[in-house]
């Protein structure tokens, strides 16, 4: 089926409840793409899996986008193993309530997608059961993946980058903003700081230790100094050599009765 026809077919399947479908860009890649109503999320799902003709029996991934004031899509992908098409299936729901059905009972590998879309985004899946905390430690409070979060590492430094909440149009400066669920700087320690002079930062997580100088050794007097061979001239035989035994001088007798 090309992806029109996938489209037609589900929004067919899911008749009288109000579907749009559309294709998405990618050229030979693109697929079909149906947005569904909230409520009829699970059943969408549902029909793409059980109807002979689309046979979407594999579950790829589900994830979410922030879309600020209108909401938060949620967005699946399926495909047929059998007849190698694709589909998109996406939902919006509000930021006020946004909460969808869960689809862990059509297709269990999306438990695992969903609790990282409630984490990240703090969107609620009815019949999930088990949305306990999957990447982030239990403690940790806020979704980084709205765009309303405040990254910390942007709190702690500067970003050269595009403009947080709180910052100055006309580039003035920036006021101190921090997180949710971020403490300040005072109460999670010392603000970092590069090594000083004895080779470490203030507080629990200073700075690098300094490289130590390397040490070398003191340079003789001027007076002190060795004096260089002539040129043509060879260096003392014991210089920067092993003393050893005294070698013998030549006989003069012996070398004029040679002669």
Do not use: N
């Amino acid at each position: 089926m090309t992806p029109e026809e996938v489209g037609r077919r589900v929004v067919a399947l899911l008749a009288p409840v109000e579907a749009t479908a559309s294709v998405s860009g990618g050229q030979g890649y693109a697929r079909a793409t149906v947005d569904v109503p909230p409520a009829s999320w699970r059943d969408a799902v549902r029909a793409a899996r059980g109807d002979a003709e689309l046979g979407c029996d594999f579950f790829d991934w589900l994830s979410a986008v922030d879309e600020l004031a209108e909401g938060f899509d949620i967005v699946t992908h399926l495909w047929s193993t059998r007849h190698r098409h694709g589909l998109l299936l996406r939902t919006r729901v509000s930021r006020e309530t946004p909460v969808v059905a869960s689809v862990v009972d059509v297709f269990p590998g999306a438990a695992w997608h969903e609790r990282e879309t409630h984490e990240m985004f703090g969107i609620g899946f009815d019949g999930h059961g088990e949305l306990r905390p999957l990447l982030l430690p239990p403690e940790f409070e806020g979704h980084p993946l709205r765009k309303e979060f405040v990254l910390a590492s942007r709190v702690a430094k500067p970003w050269p980058g595009a403009k947080e909440p709180g910052e100055s149009e006309a580039g003035g400066g920036r006021r101190p903003i921090r997180p949710p669920g971020v403490p300040a700087p005072g109460e999670w320690g010392t603000t970092p700081t590069p090594a000083g002079a004895a080779g470490m930062g203030e507080g629990p997580r200073g700075g690098t230790p300094a490289r130590p100088a390397r040490e070398r050794p003191p340079r003789p007097a001027p007076g002190e100094r060795p004096a260089r061979p002539a040129p043509g001239e060879r260096p003392a035989s014991g210089a920067g050599r092993p003393t050893g035994p005294a070698r013998p001088a030549p006989d003069a007798d012996a070398e004029e009765g040679e002669g």
